[in-house]
């Protein structure tokens, strides 16, 4: 009696533990509640700077300002976290950082700055202006961006800049 008892039980819990639900429940559950959405980007001092110096450089040369661009900035903070991992200044991977704003923005332009060393958001904004594939890409037909500085191990500064055309 004892084991028929213990195995009534046991086959309770299976049932009720054991549940799932099925591709039919799926297809019914509102497709909403199944988006994740990213939380917004808390952009430092320095970025907001960047931000601010890239659109006072377009506003004189009579271009429209960029919107910020979380995505863009998350891919930004990516690209920096890489270049910080292999101490290098690069545009390594592009073309993955290029695919993921067209399919999460739909994005119809994608260009990038990158920088090392500069201590402040004048000082790497100058930099690129100095440049002139850097200063193309500043004032391209671009409609947002994405930024991200991240200090590396060093103490050193790195940055990424991510233009967008929507």
Aim: proline share 1%.
């Amino acid at each position: 009696m004892k084991n028929l008892t213990y195995f009534v039980w046991l086959m309770a819990i299976s049932v009720f533990s054991l549940t799932s639900c099925s591709k039919e429940n799926i297809e019914e559950m509102d497709s909403a509640n199944l988006t994740t959405k990213m939380a917004p980007v808390n952009y430092s001092s320095i970025e907001l700077d960047v931000l601010d110096l890239v659109n006072a450089y377009r506003v004189q040369q009579d271009l429209t300002e960029l919107l910020s661009l979380d995505e863009g900035s998350r891919q930004a903070a990516t690209h920096n976290q890489h270049m910080i991992q292999n101490n290098e200044v690069c545009h390594d991977d592009f073309g993955s950082r290029y695919e993921a704003l067209v399919k999460a923005e739909n994005a119809k332009a994608v260009s990038e700055n990158v920088g090392f060393g500069f201590r402040t958001a004048e000082a790497v904004v100058n930099a690129w202006i100095k440049s002139d594939g850097h200063r193309e890409n500043m004032i391209g037909n671009h409609t947002h961006f994405g930024i991200s500085v991240k200090e590396g191990k060093d103490g050193k500064l790195y940055f990424t800049n991510i233009f967008v055309r929507k």
